[in-house]
């Protein structure tokens, strides 16, 4: 009779992933509790954040006509930065403007909320201001719900979903993690400052709800990591995401930093006259499939960021979509489970399945190698110096002196910049294998 359950699933964090767990777990008729440490759904998150929301199909049709979106991402630009210099691969289409869309900026607090509403509405129950402290287990040793900081808060469940975030207690406590490592984390540290739209619109050659992302390179102050920029409706986003060693390892405090790439002559521009809205820190699993943790245990499996489902391959930046689909992944699995009376590891085997079989898995695997090559030394800071030297020879005109070739001023940007010839190939031999 202990383990005897109050309800079918318990599903700890009201995140993106945890809102889609408990969406599907909730349609399809189980008896769901959402834990929600804070006040709502998204109000201990960063202010916001660009959303690529194409698992939402699934779950929401027509999900753009009610989603509290802010812009929806037209242009996408990659910039590699030197002290004084900036090459921008900058691409924009009308077609990421209109449904389905491609990606959009959105104040997490907003979506997060909407989101979970979404659940709550398919049947769910939200439990606010309540935080799973640890898990119970049974006689058997299997996971049968959660320890919660309120008074009698114990709380069983023939399944718990952990999307408790990248420090997640409970996929510890539940041995998933079979160790963590500093270098396998990043800290995402972000401004968010306020403009008018019209300012946004003329600086970032955008109108109505069109949205601007920008990633960059080598605006991170020796720290190894990177930068970005965002457009929201009446607000501009700007960062950088750090790799934790490097950050431990010199004098610079991260607010510093980014004070440092808003001085750069390349952004300087789009930001001037802005006001401090927000300040905001948030630790990001980097490593991918090297920290992942196992994803199931007896009663118990994990999603989202607990499950370091983030994908960092400096093309692609990833992490509400991952969370979504995990998150989808895991009600599904429960659900299946549940039906067949089995919520051990091997009833539960098939979230495992689903994510090996979709884009979750799939995307990691291919791109295992992506943040290692993306955060070497070499790329962080020798490689911007060298892209940014050819392209300023190669525009540059030297009359009366005749056109270099460009063979030519690759060979001496390499050199000027201390690259040796050996490990520019095998650089490129690796990029080639991991993006190809």
Request: hydrophobic residues 40%; charged residues 25%.
């Amino acid at each position: 009779m202990d383990d005897e359950p109050d309800v079918d699933v318990i599903v700890v964090g009201g995140g993106p992933a945890g809102a889609c767990a408990a969406l599907v777990a909730a349609r399809a008729g189980l008896s769901t509790v959402l834990l929600e440490r804070g006040p709502f759904p998204g109000s201990k998150n960063m202010y916001g954040g660009v959303v690529y929301p194409r698992i939402l199909d699934r779950l929401i049709p027509n999900w753009w006509e009610t989603a509290p979106i802010q812009r929806w991402v037209t242009r996408r630009s990659t910039m590699v930065l030197t002290d004084t210099q900036a090459l921008t691969v900058d691409y924009r289409t009308e077609a990421w403007g209109k449904p389905p869309y491609n990606g959009a900026t959105a104040y997490r607090p907003d979506f997060d909320h909407w989101l979970a509403g979404h659940a709550e509405a398919a049947g769910a129950q939200l439990v606010c201001d309540t935080t799973a402290v640890g898990l119970l287990r049974g006689a058997s040793g299997r996971i049968v719900g959660v320890r919660t900081d309120r008074p009698g808060g114990d709380l069983r469940a023939r399944v718990v979903i952990a999307c408790d975030g990248v420090n997640s207690f409970l996929a510890k406590e539940a041995g998933l993690f079979e160790h963590t490592d500093a270098k396998h984390y990043t800290l995402g540290v972000k401004e968010t400052l306020a403009l008018p739209k019209e300012v946004i619109d003329e600086r970032f050659g955008v109108r109505g709800r069109e949205g601007v992302d920008i990633e960059m390179i080598g605006c991170t102050s020796g720290v190894n990591g990177g930068g970005f920029l965002y457009t929201n409706l009446d607000s501009v986003a700007v960062g950088v995401v750090l790799k934790l060693p490097k950050l431990a390892a010199q004098q610079l405090r991260p607010e510093e930093i980014i004070a440092r790439m808003k001085r750069h002559p390349a952004i300087a521009p789009l930001i001037e006259g802005a006001d401090l809205k927000e300040y905001s820190a948030h630790l990001i699993p980097e490593a991918g499939l090297a920290m992942m943790p196992k994803m199931t245990t007896d009663g118990m499996l994990v999603a989202g960021d607990a499950a370091a489902l983030c994908l960092a391959a400096g093309i692609w930046l990833e992490g509400v979509n991952f969370a979504m689909a995990s998150g989808m992944y895991a009600g599904e699995a429960v659900v299946e489970a549940v039906r067949n009376g089995d919520v051990g590891v091997e009833g539960l085997a098939g979230y495992q399945r689903r994510l090996s079989e979709t884009f979750v898995l799939k995307d990691h695997r291919r791109l295992r190698r992506a943040p290692e090559i993306v955060l070497s030394d070499r790329v962080q800071h020798l490689y911007p110096a060298m892209v940014a030297g050819i392209a300023e020879r190669m525009f540059q005109v030297d009359n009366p002196a005749p056109k270099p070739r460009l063979r030519t001023i690759l060979k001496q940007e390499r050199k000027r910049v201390g690259i040796r010839r050996r490990d520019l190939a095998r650089d490129g031999l690796d990029g080639l294998r991991t993006f190809g």
